[in-house]
C-alpha cells in the first residue's frame, strides 16, 4: 500500500494554476468595469459577480476561462435574450475592440459574450442574467430564439463546495483538482465530457457518502471509484448527473456516444488502476501508475513524480536497494 | 555515495518506513506519527517520530499517556521505551516499518513478562540530566567509608577525588571540597528519577534531606545492583525554593584496580600469578612487556644490557625522557608509570644473558621466558637449555628488513617439527642505513611491524602460560607493502 504523501503534494503544486492566478482577476476586473460603466446596464441594476472552477479553486493549469456572472435584478420584463446579448455586444466590443490581428476580441456564445485576453492567453466569459420568480435562482439567456432563457443557479455551487471541502478536513478541493487533471490526462483536453462535468460527478460522489479516506491518495482513488460508477450510470443506463444547485435538475451533457463511451471505458480502468497502485507496497510502481493516471501539466511537465530512491521508469535505484541491505558488512558484535 | 545519492538515500529510507507505518494504520500530525500497538497486555496508543539522523539513528517510540506504561529499565528519562541497544547495529534494521512495529510489540510483551532474561545494563546516569560541573569525579572502593561521609577533592586535569570525612563545622570559606554522602540503593528493579524516588530507598536515620537543605551534603554517590552486578552513580544535589531537592548527574567513574583491570581480557586472572622474564627490552621485547602487563600478567623480568638512545624511540615503548637509561630500567619505570604495575614486581637485569647458568636461573624461576634479542648466540642458548630443562621459550623476531615477522616455540610442541627457515634472498642487496657513531648497519624496521609481531609474539605467549598454545611451532607472518616476496 503506497500513499505518497509528498508527492500527492507536489502533484497538486503542479497543477496549480501559477501566473494565471494573478492575470485572470485583472482580465475579469477590465470586463466587470466596462459593464458597470454602461448607462443603460446600470439602469438595470448591473451586478457582475465571479462564478466558475476558478472561483470555486478547482481550477487547474492552465487557466483559459474566467466566468463573470453579471446579475441584472431590475432587468424589464420585455427585454428579451436577444436583446440583452446584443447589448453586453455592444457594450464590450466598444471597450474592447480588436486585437493585433484585427480580430473582434469579443464573441458571441450561446448563453454569453466572450472577451479574449491575448496578452493573457485566456478568455472572460460575461454571462447576463435576470432573476427568476422564487427570488433565489437566475435565468440566463439562450440563444437561437428570440426570447429564451435558461434557468442557474451557479453562486450556489460556490458555496456547496465551500462548505464540502470544510466538511472533509480540506479534501474535497485537491480531489476535484484531481480528477479533473485525470479527465484532461485520459480523455484528451478537447474531448467531451469536460471538467465542470467530472467536478459535478465528484460532488455528487462526495454527497453519497461513499468517499472517504485519511490522506490524498485515498481520497483519490475513493473518488475516481464512485465517480467511474456515476459515468457508468449515464452512459448505461442514462441516470443524470444531479444538478446540486437546483433541487430535482440534471446537468446537460454534451458528448458524443463515442466519446462517453470512451469517457466510461477509460475512468473504469483508471479506477482499477489506481486502486491497485494504492495497495501496491513497492513506492516506484505505485508511483508509475499514478503518474501515467494525471499525466502532463499545462506546461507539459509530468504533473506526479517519481519518490526519492527510485529511477524515472520506476525501478529501484541503486542507493535505494542498499538500504534494506546491510550497511554495516561487519555485523554485530564489534568493538573499537 | 554523492550527496545526491546520499541526499536520496535517508529522504527513500524515510518515506518508505513512513509508508509502512501508514499501512500500519499510523496517521501523522504535528508531533509525529500516531498509532496504536496491539499486545497481550491490551493496546497502547503511541508516537512515534524519526529523528534527524534517521535512518542511521532507530525512531523514538513515546507512550501518548506516558504513566499509562510501567517505568522500568527499559525506558528512557523522557518516557520513550528503550527499543535498541547501543551495540544492536546489524543493518538497520529498524528500515522496515514491519520489523519495527514488531519489535515495539516485542517490549511491550516482555514489559508484561516481567523482562525475563533481562541483560543487567549498569546505566543508571541515564535517569538524570547532566550537571553544569563538568569535572569527572572518581571514586575508589566505596566501602572504605562505612560512615558514608566522603569529600571529593580538586585535583589536576579538571578531576575530583574522593576522600573521607564530613563537612567540619567552621570549614575554611575557600575550600573547594564537595562533601557527600555514600547511599546503597540495593537491588533496583525499577530505576529512580528523581530525588523523592532516592530518597525513599534510604535510611530515614541519615535525614540527608536535612542535610542538603543546611548545604552540608552537595553530593550523593549511590551503589546500586542490578541482577548480579554492582554499579554506582555519582549526583549533585541541591534544595529548591520549593522544598525539594534537584537531582543532576555528574560524571563519575571507579578508580579501583578492578576498573583498571576489568579490560585486561578475559585470561587476565589466570595470566595474573604468572612469571615471565624478558630477554632484550628494544623495540620488539619493550611493547611485548608492555602488552603481557595490561594482559594480566604482573610478575616480570626484564633483561638487556643495552641504554636507551635518540634513534631508538620511533620504535619503542618509551618516551624521549628515557634517553640515556638503561633499557631495562627505562621500561620498568614505564610500567610502574602507566601500566599500574608494582615496581617490587618487576626485577630488572642490565646485562646481556651470556652463561648457561643464568639461563637455566631464568628457565626454572618463571613460567616463560620470551626472547626478543634477536640474537643468534643468545638464542642457541636459550634453546639448548629450554629442551635440556624439558622448557619452553617463545623466540620472537622481525626478519627480512622489517618486511616480516617470525615467532618460535622452542623446543616446539609434541615433537613438531620448528618452522622452515623464512630468510629471503634479496635479488637487489637495499641501501644500509647507517646512524651516526659506531654500529652496525641500523634494521628498516618500520614501528608498525615491531608492534603487529609483538602482538602477535604476546598471542603465543598467552596461549602457552593458559596451556592453550595456538601452534606447536610458532608463527610467521609476512608484512610488507608491494610485490610478493619469493622465498628460498
Known amino acids: ?336 | 555515495m554523492t550527496l545526491t545519492e546520499y541526499d536520496d538515500y535517508v529522504a527513500y529510507s524515510r518515506q518508505h518506513f513512513e509508508e509502512g507505518l501508514i499501512r500500519a494504520g499510523f496517521t501523522e500530525d504535528d508531533h509525529g506519527w500516531r498509532g496504536t500497538i496491539v499486545h497481550p497486555g491490551g493496546a497502547t496508543e503511541v508516537l512515534m517520530t524519526l529523528r534527524s539522523r534517521y535512518p542511521f539513528h532507530p525512531p523514538r517510540v513515546v507512550p501518548l499517556d506516558s504513566d499509562a506504561v510501567a517505568w522500568s529499565w527499559h525506558r528512557e528519562l523522557d518516557g520513550a521505551l528503550c527499543l535498541v541497544a547501543e551495540d544492536d547495529h546489524d543493518g538497520l534494521w529498524w528500515t522496515e516499518a514491519p520489523a519495527f512495529l514488531e519489535h515495539v510489540t516485542a517490549w511491550f510483551e516482555q514489559a508484561a513478562a516481567g523482562w525475563p532474561d533481562d541483560r543487567p545494563d549498569l546505566d543508571l546516569d541515564r535517569y538524570f540530566k547532566p550537571s553544569e560541573d563538568e569535572r569527572l569525579y572518581l571514586y575508589d572502593d566505596l566501602t572504605r567509608y562505612p560512615s558514608g561521609f566522603v569529600r571529593f577533592r580538586p585535583a589536576a586535569n579538571n578531576l575530583m577525588r574522593i576522600a573521607g570525612g564530613a563537612k567540619p563545622a567552621k570549614s575554611s570559606k575557600h575550600s573547594k571540597d564537595r562533601f557527600g554522602y555514600v547511599a546503597n540503593l540495593g537491588n533496583v528493579d525499577v530505576p529512580p528519577r528523581s530525588w523523592d524516588d532516592i530518597s525513599a530507598r534510604i535510611n530515614p536515620s541519615v535525614d540527608l534531606d536535612r542535610r542538603i537543605r543546611n548545604h552540608t551534603i552537595e553530593i550523593v554517590v549511590l551503589i546500586y545492583s542490578r541482577g548480579s552486578h554492582e554499579g554506582a552513580i555519582t549526583l549533585e544535589v541541591w534544595p529548591t525554593i520549593g522544598g525539594g531537592v534537584a537531582v543532576r548527574r555528574l560524571s563519575s567513574g571507579a578508580d579501583t584496580d578492578a576498573a583498571k583491570s576489568a579490560r585486561s581480557g578475559l585470561l587476565a586472572p589466570e595470566l595474573r600469578g604468572r612469571r615471565v622474564a624478558i630477554v632484550g627490552v628494544g623495540a620488539l621485547g619493550s611493547f611485548v612487556a608492555d602488552m603481557l602487563v595490561r594482559s594480566g600478567v604482573h610478575n616480570l623480568t626484564l633483561l638487556d644490557g643495552d641504554v636507551v638512545m635518540p634513534g631508538n624511540l620511533v620504535r619503542h615503548l618509551v618516551g624521549p625522557e628515557a634517553v640515556g637509561r638503561s633499557k631495562v630500567e627505562a621500561v620498568k619505570q614505564h610500567l610502574v608509570d602507566r601500566s599500574g604495575i608494582a615496581a617490587a614486581d618487576i626485577a630488572v637485569i642490565d646485562h646481556s644473558l651470556t652463561s648457561g647458568d643464568e639461563a637455566v636461573e631464568l628457565l626454572g624461576d618463571h613460567d616463560l621466558v620470551v626472547n626478543a634479542t634477536a640474537d643468534f648466540a643468545t638464542t642457541a642458548l636459550l634453546h639448548v637449555t629450554a629442551r635440556a630443562l624439558s622448557r619452553r621459550i617463545v623466540s620472537a623476531a622481525i626478519q627480512n628488513g622489517g618486511t616480516s615477522y617470525r615467532i618460535d616455540v622452542l623446543p616446539p610442541l609434541d615433537g613438531a617439527e620448528p618452522l622452515p627457515p623464512s630468510s629471503v634472498v634479496v635479488d637487489q642487496p637495499e641501501s644500509e642505513l647507517f646512524e651516526a657513531g659506531c654500529g652496525s648497519p641500523i634494521s628498516p624496521t618500520p614501528p608498525y611491524a615491531v608492534i603487529e609481531a609483538a602482538a602477535a609474539t604476546v598471542r603465543h605467549a598467552v596461549g602457552l602460560l593458559v596451556d592453550r598454545p595456538l601452534h606447536p611451532a610458532g608463527e610467521t607472518r609476512d608484512l610488507s607493502i608491494g610485490a610478493v616476496r619469493s622465498h628460498e
Request: charged share 30%; aromatic share 8%; proline share 5%.
Open chain 1, 1 to 336: 500500500m503506497a500513499h505518497l504523501k509528498q508527492q500527492f503534494k507536489d502533484a497538486l503544486s503542479s497543477i496549480e494554476p501559477g501566473d494565471d492566478k494573478a492575470n485572470a482577476p485583472e482580465a475579469h476586473r477590465l470586463v466587470r468595469d466596462a459593464l458597470e460603466a454602461d448607462a443603460k446596464l446600470a439602469e438595470y441594476g448591473v451586478d457582475p459577480v465571479l462564478i466558475g472552477s476558478y472561483k470555486r479553486n478547482v481550477s487547474i493549469k492552465r487557466v483559459k476561462d474566467v466566468d463573470v456572472f453579471v446579475r441584472l435584478p431590475d432587468l424589464p420584463s420585455d427585454v428579451t435574450s436577444k436583446d440583452i446579448l446584443d447589448r453586453f455586444f455592444t457594450v464590450l466590443h466598444a471597450e474592447f475592440g480588436s486585437d493585433g490581428d484585427g480580430h473582434r476580441r469579443t464573441k458571441r456564445q450561446d448563453r454569453s459574450l466572450q472577451v479574449s485576453f491575448p496578452e493573457y492567453d485566456l478568455y472572460v466569459d460575461a454571462v447576463p442574467a435576470r432573476p427568476y420568480w422564487d427570488g433565489e435562482t437566475w435565468e440566463i439567456p439562450q440563444k437561437g430564439d428570440e426570447d429564451e432563457w435558461v434557468r442557474t443557479n451557479p453562486e450556489k455551487l460556490t458555496s456547496l463546495s465551500t462548505a464540502m471541502n470544510s466538511a472533509h478536513d480540506g479534501y474535497y478541493v485537491p480531489t476535484v483538482k484531481l480528477l479533473r487533471q485525470t479527465r484532461r490526462s485520459i480523455l484528451g483536453s478537447g474531448k467531451k465530457p469536460g471538467g465542470f462535468f467530472i467536478e459535478v460527478a465528484t460532488y455528487q460522489a462526495f454527497a453519497s457518502g461513499l468517499v472517504s479516506g485519511n490522506d490524498h491518495a485515498e481520497y483519490y482513488v475513493s473518488a475516481l471509484e464512485e465517480v467511474s460508477k456515476i459515468i457508468n450510470g449515464y452512459v448505461t443506463f442514462g441516470l443524470g448527473v444531479n444538478d446540486p444547485t437546483l433541487a430535482g435538475h440534471t446537468i446537460s451533457i454534451r458528448a458524443t456516444d463515442d466519446e462517453l463511451e470512451a469517457a466510461k471505458t477509460r475512468f473504469a480502468e483508471a479506477a482499477e488502476t489506481a486502486r491497485d497502485a494504492l495497495d501496491e507496497e513497492d513506492e516506484g510502481k505505485a508511483a508509475l501508475a499514478f503518474q501515467g493516471l494525471l499525466g502532463k501539466n499545462g506546461d507539459d511537465e509530468t504533473v506526479f513524480p517519481m519518490p526519492p530512491g527510485f529511477n524515472e521508469d520506476g525501478s529501484k535505484r541503486a542507493s535505494a536497494i542498499s538500504a534494506g541491505a546491510r550497511t554495516v558488512p561487519a555485523g554485530t558484535r564489534t568493538f573499537g
